[in-house]
């Protein structure tokens, strides 16, 4: 029996493939609403914010004499002069003093016990987006560390949440993998 071999411009052929290739490309492509490539649908509880007090031991030297959880969107900074005095940094100024310590990073960086340094390693520099655990070296008393273990944990599952794809695609392909066979 001979073979018949089809020729590379064959007509029928060659609509055949680029029909079926438009077909499966519109279904994979489609509005699927059961289908959100990102956490759209989904509500992401934002974690706990945090009170930190700083003690300052001698002049510009700062340690974490506390930390505990409060209300979302009630973080404060509360900083306790070797003189006496007692100052809160809440709302926009905190959040504008850790948007500068982020921007510079000579402030953390060259170590330390100077406000900007300590307030970095504590758990406000950890929810401003330190991705580091702290260093104990900034709390008077290491335990203070272990108080706040789990709102740490909070605070990264809600990183990891509010930032990754639903379903687990990301990238170029992820309109591609619909699950749901050609009919989508």
């Given amino acids: 029996m001979k073979k018949r071999y089809l020729r590379i411009g064959d007509l029928k052929r060659n609509a055949f493939i680029v029909a079926a290739a438009a077909c499966m490309g519109l279904a994979s492509c489609g509005n699927n609403n059961n289908n959100n490539d990102w956490n759209a649908g989904e509500e992401v509880a934002v974690p706990d914010g945090i009170i930190t007090e700083l003690t300052e031991e001698a002049p510009d030297q700062w340690k974490i004499t506390d930390e505990r959880t409060t209300a979302p969107g009630a973080s404060m900074a509360i900083l306790k002069y070797n003189d006496g005095?007692?100052?809160?940094?809440?709302g926009l100024e905190l959040e504008n003093r850790m948007k500068?310590?982020?921007?510079?990073?000579n402030t953390y960086?060259?170590?330390?016990?100077?406000?900007?340094?300590?307030?970095?390693?504590?758990?406000?520099?950890?929810m401003a987006g330190r991705m580091m655990?702290?260093?104990?070296?900034?709390y008077a008393n290491p335990s203070h560390i272990r108080r706040t273990d789990s709102w740490r944990q909070n605070v990264q599952t809600y990183r990891q949440r509010a930032t990754a794809p639903s379903s687990g695609r990301s990238g170029f392909f992820r309109g591609r993998s619909s699950g749901g066979g050609f009919g989508g």
């Fill in 109 to 126: 960086q060259q170590g330390g016990f100077g406000l900007g340094s300590v307030l970095w390693w504590s758990g406000m520099g950890y």
């Fill in 100 to 105: 500068e310590l982020a921007a510079n990073q």
């Fill in 85 to 90: 005095r007692v100052d809160t940094l809440k």
């Fill in 133 to 138: 655990s702290p260093n104990p070296a900034y």
